[in-house]
């Protein structure tokens, strides 16, 4: 059946969103400010919480990034990586942690992750194990192969993965958990459109059906409208015509024309709060950072980082109260070069999220590194087995969580068997090659952060259709 066309304003706006969403059209950041719609929020908040997410695109390889060391578990980990030299970690080199409940086994970190080593220590840092996509619990492999479980369509393809985990709701993959959480929380910002902010281009994580992403680059530039440039004193300027005579107040008759110059001043406006907000606001730069080779090299992340440290330190004069921000990492996605690549990357991360907090304490404004949560997410974790020089697509991967209102130096969770299913080690998640089926959901684990951000109980499963039942954790304070 054909969706009878409908002309409302509301309608052709939400559906041009889904458009650039899908990438099926490209057009530039204004374009996208639309209009927020009359959807109630819930909940205002007068204080100010931001979350940011940090993706690490391609799937993370978590089973090296914490590792359980006490004999059996290092037993399991070295049967299935200890003799590639590929992928397996020495144990002397790692960086023990040591978890408030522990539950008599220990734990280490990456070689190259001292920074988060001391935010572990200090309490500033907690680890969820084992997250991913799951649809109903799934207790084995058994329950896996079960056709009366229903399971995650299409698992191990970034694509799909990517949507699903940013998503939360497979009836709406258009629309991000972020997103949904802005729409919620709409009324607490004066200035909607500057709830949330992406570092990282179009994702679905932060589309809302009333609050769109506002996209900006790692130097806190929005992506401005070609042509606007001294717009107003050009003559027979077309564009210059449609948005001083057409916005509103002028003679065109053109409701469209009237709308769309509506759309394109309020994104000028826009841009043009946001560059004086970044150009008066003054945030330490990250230093360099010590790469897998021994050498100092610039930090991307850090910089992305950095930019929302000064965004954040900005709020008041944008007129917001609830912020969410994404941030994206690249190169997880190693299936060759494993132990280079990824350590390299571990070090990156370790190193831009230490500053990260560094900077929350002693920003202008305050300490405000309990308002804010930066949290780790990914398309997926990796095979524990080794396809001769890295690893490939997995399910469940460990992430982590970072700031001043995280119960940390703990690990949440379930964290499971470090093996690749064999008689001598038996691991009843795997699915394959060491492939391990979720033990926390998505749902449960991003549920967690929206509660302390805000999002009230009845407003919930809204935010997250997929949860249930499944219990909350308790990460965070």
Request: proline fraction near 4%; glycine fraction near 10%; charge should be neutral.
């Amino acid at each position: 059946m054909t969706k009878p066309i409908d002309t409302s304003r509301r309608e052709f706006l939400r559906n041009a969103s889904l458009l650039s969403i899908a990438g099926s059209i490209s057009a530039p950041f204004a374009l996208n400010l639309f209009a927020i719609n009359e959807a109630a929020a819930a909940t205002t908040y007068s204080d100010y919480k931001a979350l940011v997410c940090l993706y690490l695109a391609g799937g993370n390889d978590s089973a090296n990034m914490i590792l359980a060391t006490d004999d059996p578990s290092w037993a399991g980990y070295t049967a299935a990586r200890g003799g590639n030299g590929n992928i397996g970690l020495v144990k002397a080199n790692l960086l023990p942690i040591t978890p408030i409940t522990a539950a008599g086994r220990t734990f280490a970190l990456h070689p190259s992750m001292t920074g988060l080593q001391t935010l572990f220590a200090a309490g500033r840092a907690a680890f969820v194990a084992n997250v991913g996509t799951l649809i109903d619990p799934l207790a084995n492999a058994d329950d896996y192969r079960s056709n009366a479980k229903r399971k995650p369509a299409n698992l191990f393809s970034h694509s799909d993965q990517t949507i699903q985990w940013q998503s939360a709701n497979r009836d709406e993959p258009n629309f991000g958990w972020g997103g949904r959480m802005g729409d919620t929380l709409i009324s607490s910002n004066g200035r909607p459109y500057f709830a949330n902010m992406s570092l990282s281009g179009n994702n679905v994580f932060l589309a809302g059906q009333a609050v769109n992403q506002y996209q900006i680059n790692s130097n806190g530039r929005a992506a401005a409208i070609s042509g606007i440039t001294n717009l107003f004193g050009i003559n027979n300027s077309p564009l210059g015509d449609i948005v001083t005579n057409t916005n509103g107040t002028g003679t065109a008759k053109n409701v469209f024309e009237k709308d769309h110059a509506a759309v394109v001043l309020r994104s000028i406006n826009a841009q043009a709060t946001l560059n004086a907000v970044v150009a008066k606001t003054t945030v330490t730069a990250p230093g360099q950072y010590t790469n897998i080779w021994g050498g100092l090299s610039n930090n991307p992340l850090a910089s992305q980082l950095q930019t929302v440290a000064t965004i954040i330190a900005g709020h008041a004069d944008l007129g917001v109260n609830r912020q969410v921000f994404f941030v994206n990492v690249g190169g997880f996605d190693t299936h060759r070069d494993e132990l280079t690549s990824h350590g390299d990357l571990m070090a990156q991360l370790a190193h831009a999220v230490k500053y990260f907090d560094d900077t929350l304490r002693n920003l202008s404004i305050g300490d405000t590194s309990s308002q804010v949560t930066l949290f780790t997410a990914a398309d997926f974790g990796r095979t524990f087995a080794s396809n001769g020089s890295g690893t490939d697509h997995g399910w469940g991967a460990h992430h982590f969580v970072v700031g001043g209102a995280v119960k940390g130096g703990e690990i949440y969770g379930t964290f499971p068997p470090t093996c690749v299913n064999s008689t001598t080690y038996p691991n009843p998640l795997d699915v394959g090659s060491g492939s391990l089926i979720p033990t926390t959901s998505v749902d449960q684990y991003a549920a967690t952060l929206a509660t302390w951000f805000g999002i009230a109980p009845t407003d919930i499963p809204t935010v997250f259709p997929n949860l249930g039942t499944s219990s909350l954790l308790n990460f965070m304070a």
